[in-house]
C-alpha cells in the first residue's frame, strides 16, 4: 500500500524517514481551527484527521498520515507565535513549569474504509528562565514556526529541565505510537520500511 504524509513538516519527514519507510508528502490545505471548549486532546486529533482526510479524499488507494502538535499549559494551547514578541510571551509562561505536548495522529485509507485516530502526551518542564535567557533563545529566531514557541530538537534543548514519555512526540511525530497503530491495523512493520 502506497503511504502519504499529509504534513510539510520537516521535522514529521525526518523521523519518518529514519525508519526507511516509503512514502511521499503531500501538504493539506486545511485551515487550523480551534473551536470553543474543545479539549487539546480533541483538538489534535480533530485537525490530524482533518489534515489527513483532505489529502486522502484525492488519494483514495493509498494510506495517509496526518498528525498535529500542541503544547498546553493548563488546558491553554499555545501555538505557534506571530512574532517575537508573542514568542517571548509563550516562553516566560512556560518557564519553571511543566506542560503538556498532545500529538494527535489519523490514519485513512478511503478504499478501504479505515480510519484511526490516536493521541500521545509527552510533559515537559521547562527550567526557572532568566529574562536573558528567553531573550537570547528568541534571537535565535527558532521559535517562530514551532508550537509553543520552542523547538525542542534545536536550541530550546536548553530551556529544557526534563521530559516524561516520548521525546519524538515533543519533535512532532511519536514514532513509537506510530507504528503499533501501523502494525495493528494496516499490518505495516516499520523495522522492515513497511
Request: aromatic share 8%; proline share 2%; charged share 25%.
Amino acid at each position: 500500500m502506497e503511504i502519504i504524509l499529509a504534513s510539510a513538516s520537516p521535522r514529521r519527514k525526518e523521523i519518518l524517514q529514519n525508519t526507511k519507510l516509503k512514502f511521499e508528502i503531500q501538504k493539506s490545505d486545511i485551515e487550523e481551527v480551534i473551536l470553543e471548549n474543545e479539549s487539546p486532546e480533541s483538538m489534535v486529533v480533530r485537525l490530524a484527521y482533518e489534515k489527513a482526510y483532505d489529502v486522502a479524499q484525492k488519494n483514495k488507494d493509498k494510506l495517509v498520515i496526518g498528525a498535529d502538535t500542541i503544547v498546553a499549559l493548563d488546558n491553554e494551547v499555545l501555538g505557534k507565535p506571530k512574532d517575537k514578541e508573542e514568542a517571548y510571551q509563550m516562553i516566560k509562561k512556560l518557564s519553571n513549569k511543566t506542560h503538556k505536548v498532545i500529538t494527535g495522529i489519523s490514519l485513512i485509507n478511503i478504499s478501504h474504509g479505515m480510519v484511526v485516530n490516536d493521541y500521545v502526551i509527552s510533559l515537559v518542564t521547562f527550567k526557572d528562565l532568566s529574562e536573558d535567557s528567553i531573550k537570547d533563545y528568541i534571537n535565535t529566531n527558532e521559535s517562530l514556526d514551532k508550537a509553543g514557541a520552542y523547538g525542542i530538537q534545536g536550541y530550546g534543548a536548553l530551556l529544557v529541565d526534563n521530559i516524561q514519555g516520548d521525546y519524538f512526540n515533543i519533535v512532532g511525530l511519536p514514532i513509537s505510537k506510530l507504528s503499533d497503530l501501523l502494525k495493528d491495523h494496516f499490518d505495516i512493520n516499520l523495522f522492515y520500511g513497511g
